[in-house]
């Protein structure tokens, strides 16, 4: 509320005005009115009361002096009235003027001087000036403007002005330079007229001083003064001038002398106090530059200055003659220039060395003789120069930063570059950062550089600085940024390598190129609570920034700053050229392999596709010759290949893509023609052909398209009628290769989709329902191809003795096996057929091209091969790429493959593979091949490659490439395993290597990867637990087994419960341990569903190409104690006394099948340490509290504990490394110790487990524990000495050395917790290491150690306990057999018996009056 002048003076009234009386008057509240304020005041003035604050007003400064002393004025208060206020406010007028107001109380004197009074009252430093004289200008001269015969003055030239010396020098303006020379030159022609020229303010001159006088005048180091150096006499008359200056500068003087050193020092400091700081440094500087300037001078005339060198004081003399070197004239010549100044030129009367020192040569090279680090440097074509090389300059890789004397650009200057306001200069740092990043990616640099090329840009940003440059007007630049954002986003090689297995067998399925890594935050938000992370990471993922998202994923990064929008705009407006148009593409299709999400955004960028295919793929158009200018209204097949990748992303997206923008028409257009009828380069249109094929057989893996079968019947006979003949033309083309690979891998798929059925309505696949409808193509249509394809396939087969030749052919055998395989697996699904018609043509193809096949010596060199090109055997060749990026994933292939890897071009996978998938197709339908065709099986270079896959070897590195790799080599190994046990089911006596094959089959399962659910599914049904993979079974395995531990042991055990018994046992109850694994391996539904679709054929049940992001493999290493795990997490998480369905069953099953491994496949587990084994077992006994006392379980646990105890096991045992699923052991042993002592009574197999990790080899923190916090659980240790699972010296050497754990020994033993009855075993261990303790006589012990052994023995010498201390005292060896588990000396030995004797001297008689 805004207050009135009125009420504002009665708050001040009230406020100030207040008195301190017996009644308090009560201040204003915030609701009260005016009136109320005004009610209050008349109460205050009721009172009388003399107010607390008195009110002063503040009079004139003449007469405040005055004012204190009289007293204040009573009468006149400030006080308000109600009755003379007016019932409306004032009207707003402006105030008069203030006027100054004479004080009644202080008149002036009329007859005091004002300057006097002036002088007396002024305490500045302008009191000195005591007298002022008026400046006299009678004397000056008055000059009239030079007659022109012109209306205007001349105008005057700088170049005029140049060229003469000006009148004056210092800063002055050019117009006041001329002017003062025209005045110069008027006094030369007036002679009667005195120069009027002023000088510089602060000038040191000596004009006014005679000849005479500057005679006398003393040297500056004395006492003694020149003339007048301020005061010249200037404006007064002239007859006076000269006199009145020498006056004051006698004055001055003769002050000066009548001073002293000091005095005048005093007064310096003074004046120098009540100056202005900022003034005298001024003074200072201008008198500095004076000196200077006149010793200038001196030395060019050559006159020697007196008694000043010119310099400043206190400068050394390098500083004086560097700044005269900074401000020599033109002329001069000790600056080596390569261009002379000119007077004329703008700005040169004074020359700056630091400015002009890049017009000067380049210094010299430095060589550099040390292993310092320097700045990396590359030309413009992105090479990496040398730091010694010495190129020329014409080059333009030199320039005017930093290092100018070294030829080419940093990254740091390049990115200053990209920011110049020349578009040149911006294009230019583009494309030269383009340059750089596509050979460091390539791996050109190698080791010269220190740290990575990428995270350096990545990390300064240079994302977003391509995506600003993108939206730059110039089109020089935005091509530049098009072309360095491929460079970043499309790692050289891997579209080629993707491109080139299209055609494997299953190699149109592709894993996503997004990280896989989880950062830290990600982990910290997997600890929250779900429901606290649902919470918080929704709002998160929509609102964090595009910055944020680049540091982990630089796609999505990218895709948030509308990348899609603008590189839409650029194709659909800006029209660029051919090389933009294809780096644009190129981008798209790495955004769209990124992800499903990034594809879905590709899709759906508005008018994006639609522009792609209306640009790009038209179905006319003009025909192109040479060279084209443009890419708009051509067909690409860069364009095609973004369909294709986008389509692989998932079902929905490729319905939407041939429903909505019309690709029927499309693929006819281009299909239907050969590649030489098409009016395009030849390389373009077999590459557009290419992608056609390819993009119809993506649709085709769904089920989609195939109703253009019927229209494009007529091409597709034509093209595999002309297929043997272009086979049979050398050279092969690659490109050609790929188009009859992409052909057949069509009619694969069709022929697939003609042996489809619908999928049945299932509320789970909301997804596939979307477009899943029947493939309007039958068999009948697609019958007759088998034929043709056969032909093409021997063809092919002719030129397997040939490698160069065999080689050329790339993926075209492999997709000629492969079509042969789907044509046969789809013919006998046709329930209307004769199945003798297609076995009849099974055996026909087998005896006339597979049979010979497997005779020929080449095949064997391709099998040979196989553990040469393997990345499972040569972990080297899937090592990351040189420019790896965690937040940037690529396969890493720059340069291609080496022929002799997975991937190179003499790699024997792909067509093995395909050979393989056939063989098991063959011999599913057609048992009777099926021993024919798996002796493809005893292949030696196949069994060298098995025993190299089941050899002890570290996890494969889990890299994008890798991924990859590894995929298709699974695919081998599984398919050959799948091939041996057909065999081995239909003929087991034939089967050989079973053991070797298990083996295999037990690797893979711990090995694949996400999407392969179904071969994992396949493995658990069908060879992990079969009995003919079982050899040892009826060869005498488990009597073996029994006579080993007989051996190891030393002792008989019961022979039902032999591992020899249980392992027969295990044998027979094999479909029971499989049906247990098959429900605690289970995999995701709907993951194992898509899986199954994609590996049997089912296209109307594909969700998608693009396979599960590859975060580790499907099944844990130790899948084999998976059953106890979940056991295990079952029991911590459910409340006591609900015991799980089949708890022993469960636990049973899982031992078993951990004990046949254990025994007969050691290598199965050698992946899970046997820290981890036993941490497995000790769970089991903490899931409840009966059943570890099952008599099965009893027996598996005590069979396992001791192959644990083995001597080849024992010694690699370790504790105190990391275990999957554990904190740590120590926490585990402690939970263990706990239950043990809750539960036990004393069960002899739960204390071999307690007593296990105590060994002295193992960490101290165990013992602690048992001795320290479960001292109870000594009694329960009832386990004898004979059933010790290890040897007791693993207790007793070496001797203990921890002083507190000495110390809780000994208190056990004293106190009685630790008894022989009661744990034989501790027992023993303990007096072992205290008797070698309290005898211990080691020098290097602390005194702490000296005092604790000594107290020791002398409380053992003072036992009671007789038994207890001849125990301690006279302990001599180990020995089990005995009842106690030690020797006893008879007598001590003579060091020992001197050693107790001097310790127990003075303690006999008090231990005995104690005693």
């Keep these: 509320m805004r207050q009135s002048p009125h009420t504002k003076a009665v708050l001040e009234r009230v406020h100030w005005g207040g008195s301190l009386s017996t009644k308090m008057l009560s201040r204003p509240k915030p609701g009260e009115s005016e009136v ?661 057989a993506v649709a085709a893996s769904y089920g989609q398209g195939c109703d253009l079968y019927r229209e494009l019947y007529p091409a597709l006979i034509r093209a595999l009628q002309a297929l043997p003949k272009e086979l049979s033309t050398f050279p092969l083309q690659p490109l050609s290769m790929q188009r009859i690979a992409s052909l057949l891998t069509v009619l694969t798929r069709l022929t697939l989709a003609a042996s489809s059925t619908a999928p049945e309505p299932s509320s789970d696949s909301t997804e596939v329902s979307l477009s899943a409808t029947p493939a309007s193509i039958t068999w009948t249509q697609v019958s007759g191809l088998q034929f043709l394809v056969k032909q093409c396939l021997r063809q092919t087969l002719k030129l397997l003795p040939r490698p160069e030749m065999w080689n050329a052919l790339g993926p075209v055998p492999t997709a000629c096996l492969l079509f042969l395989d789907a044509y046969y697996e789809a013919w006998s699904q046709q329930p209307d057929l004769c199945p003798g018609d297609w076995l009849q043509d099974m055996e026909h193809l087998s005896e006339e091209l597979l049979l010979p096949l497997l005779s020929q010596p080449m095949l064997g060199s391709l099998w040979d091969s196989l553990g040469r090109c393997s990345p499972l055997c040569n972990p080297q060749s899937c090592a990351a790429a040189p420019e790896a990026v965690p937040s940037l994933v690529s396969l890493g292939c720059a340069g291609g493959c080496p022929p002799l890897s997975l991937a190179g071009a003499a790699s024997p996978f792909p067509v093995l593979t395909a050979l393989l998938s056939l063989f098991n197709t063959l011999s599913r339908i057609h048992k009777g091949l099926c021993g024919q065709l798996a002796a493809v099986l005893a292949a030696p270079g196949l069994q060298n490659y098995f025993l190299q896959c089941v050899a002890p070897m570290a996890a494969p590195l889990l890299t994008p490439f890798s991924v990859w790799a590894l995929r298709h080599e699974y695919h081998l190994q599984y398919l050959a395993l799948a091939l041996a046990q057909k065999a081995a089911t239909l003929q087991p006596t034939l089967a050989t290597n079973a053991a070797l094959h298990h083996g295999v089959a037990l690797a893979l399962l711990s090995r694949l990867l996400p999407g392969s659910e179904h071969l994992v599914h396949e493995l658990l049904l069908s060879c992990i637990f079969r009995l003919e993979f079982l050899p040892e079974r009826a060869s005498g395995g488990p009597e073996a087994a029994d006579f080993s531990d007989r051996l190891s042991l030393g002792s008989s055990r019961d022979p039902g419960c032999g591992r020899g018994a249980l392992l027969a046992q295990a044998c027979q109850d094999l479909p029971s341990i499989r049906s247990c694994y098959l429900t605690h391996c289970s995999l995701a539904r709907d993951s194992l569903l898509a899986s199954q679709a994609l590996y049997r054929g089912e296209l109307q049940r594909v969700p998608a190409l693009l396979l599960p992001l590859p975060k580790e493999p499907l099944l844990p290493t130790d899948w084999p104690f998976l059953p106890l795990i979940h056991l295990y997490h079952w029991a911590s998480d459910t409340p006591p006394g609900l015991p799980p369905a089949d708890t022993v069953g469960t636990a049973m099953r899982a031992l078993q099948w951990v004990l046949v491994l254990e025994s007969w496949r050691s290598q199965a587990l050698w992946a899970v340490s046997p820290a981890a084994r036993l941490a497995r077992l ?114 007793m050497m070496p001797p203990e050395d921890n002083l507190a754990l000495l110390q809780l020994y000994f208190r056990a033993l004293v106190t009685s917790a630790l008894r022989p009855h009661w744990c034989p075993v501790l027992y023993a261990v303990t007096v072992a290491h205290i008797n070698s303790f309290i005898f211990s006589q080691d020098p290097k012990s602390s005194d702490e150690v000296k005092a604790a052994r000594r107290s020791m023995l002398q409380k053992t010498w003072l036992l009671a306990d007789e038994s207890l201390r001849q125990h301690l005292l006279h302990y001599k060896l180990p020995n089990s057999t005995l009842p106690e588990g030690f020797e006893l000396y008879p007598q001590l030995p003579p060091l020992r018996q001197q050693y107790l004797q001097g310790l127990t001297a003075g303690l006999s008689q008090k231990g005995v009056s104690e005693t």
């Design 36 to 696: 109320d304020l005004l009610r209050f005041q008349s109460q205050f003035l009721a009172a009388g009361a003399a107010p607390a604050v008195q009110l002063v007003k503040k009079g004139s400064r003449r007469g405040a002096s005055a004012s204190l002393d009289q007293p204040p004025l009573q009468d006149h208060r400030d006080v308000v009235m109600l009755d003379t206020l007016p019932d409306l406010p004032p009207a707003l007028v402006p105030a008069s003027p203030k006027r100054a107001k004479l004080s009644t109380g202080h008149p002036l004197v009329d007859h005091e001087d004002p300057e006097e009074r002036l002088n007396r009252h002024d305490q500045h430093i302008t009191a000195v000036l005591t007298k002022i004289i008026e400046r006299d200008t009678s004397s000056v001269a008055v000059n009239l403007p030079m007659p022109s015969g012109v209306a205007f003055p001349p105008v005057f030239h700088r170049s005029q002005e140049r060229q003469r010396k000006p009148a004056t020098s210092g800063k002055r303006s050019i117009f006041a330079q001329e002017i003062a020379a025209r005045r110069v030159s008027e006094a030369r022609f007036l002679p009667g007229v005195v120069s009027t020229l002023d000088p510089p303010e602060g000038a040191v001159t000596c004009e006014s001083l005679t000849p005479g006088e500057q005679d006398h005048q003393p040297p500056r180091g004395n006492q003694n003064f020149q003339g007048p150096h301020l005061v010249t006499g200037k404006g007064l008359r002239d007859q006076e001038a000269e006199q009145e200056a020498q006056s004051i500068h006698e004055e001055n003087t003769a002050r000066l002398q009548a001073m002293t050193t000091e005095e005048i020092l005093q007064e310096q400091q003074r004046l120098l106090a009540q100056l202005d700081p900022s003034l005298v440094a001024f003074l200072k500087s201008h008198s500095h530059e004076q000196a200077e300037k006149k010793a200038r001078e001196e030395q060019r005339s050559g006159a020697p200055s007196v008694g000043d060198t010119g310099e400043e004081p206190g400068m050394p003399p390098s500083a004086s003659e560097s700044r005269q070197e900074a401000e020599l004239e033109p002329g001069a010549p000790a600056l080596a220039l390569p261009v002379a100044p000119h007077k004329e030129w703008l700005h040169m009367d004074t020359i700056e060395l630091d400015k002009l020192q890049w017009t000067q040569d380049l210094p010299p090279l430095r060589r550099q003789q040390t292993q310092e680090r320097m700045q990396a440097r590359f030309s413009l074509q992105g090479e990496l120069l040398a730091p010694n090389v010495d190129l020329p300059t014409h080059l333009g890789l030199h320039h005017h930063g930093e290092e100018a004397e070294r030829a080419g650009y940093s990254l740091q200057e390049l990115f200053h570059l990209t920011r110049s306001q020349v578009s040149q200069q911006r294009a230019l740092a583009l494309h030269v950062l383009a340059q750089v990043i596509s050979r460091a990616r390539t791996g050109e640099f190698g080791d010269q550089l220190v740290g990575s090329i990428l995270h350096l840009l990545l990390d300064a940003g240079f994302l977003f600085l391509l995506r600003f440059s993108l939206d730059d007007r110039v089109d020089g630049v935005i091509a530049a940024a098009v072309r360095a954002l491929r460079a970043l986003l499309v790692a050289p090689g891997d579209e080629e390598l993707l491109d080139s297995t299209f055609s494997w067998y299953h190699g149109a399925m592709v894993f996503p190129l997004m990280p896989s890594q989880k950062d830290k935050e990600d982990e910290d938000e997997d600890e929250e609570p779900s429901g606290e992370k649902a919470k918080r990471k929704s709002p998160e993922e929509g609102n964090r920034p595009p910055s944020e998202l680049a540091r982990h994923d630089v796609i999505k990064g990218l895709l948030a700053t509308n990348l899609l929008p603008r590189l839409r705009y650029v194709l659909e407006v800006a029209c660029p050229g051919p090389p933009v148009v294809l780096d644009i593409l190129a981008v798209l299709i790495r955004l769209a392999r990124h992800s499903l999400e990034s594809a879905t955004r590709v899709l759906e960028c508005p008018r994006l596709i639609e522009t792609i295919v209306r640009e790009f793929l038209p179905t006319s158009w003009s025909p192109i010759v040479g060279p084209t200018p443009s890419l708009h209204k051509v067909p690409c097949a860069a364009a095609m290949k973004l369909l294709r990748v986008l389509a692989s992303a998932g079902r929905n997206i490729a319905a939407r893509l041939l429903r909505s923008f019309d690709l029927r028409s499309c693929l006819c257009r281009f299909i239907v023609e050969a590649p030489q009828e098409l009016a395009l380069p030849p390389e373009e249109a077999e590459m557009l052909n290419t992608e056609a094929f390819r993009l119809w």
């Design 1178 to 1291: 000790m769970c089991l006994f903490l899931v409840d509290s009966e059943l570890f006392r099952e008599t099965p379980i009893q027996h598996l646990v005590a069979a396992l504990l001791a192959q644990l105890c083995q001597p080849e096991v024992l010694p690699n045992l370790n504790l105190d490394c990391p275990l999957p699923g554990l904190t740590s052991f120590s926490d585990l042993y402690s939970n263990f110790l706990e239950h043990f002592e809750a539960v036990s009574f004393g069960d002899h197999l739960f204390g071999a487990l307690v007593l296990l990790p105590l060994q002295r080899r193992f960490s101290v923190t165990l013992r602690l524990s048992l001795f320290g916090e479960h001292v109870g659980a000594l009694r329960a240790l009832g386990l004898p000495l004979t059933q010790l699972p290890v040897s007791l010296e693993c207790y």
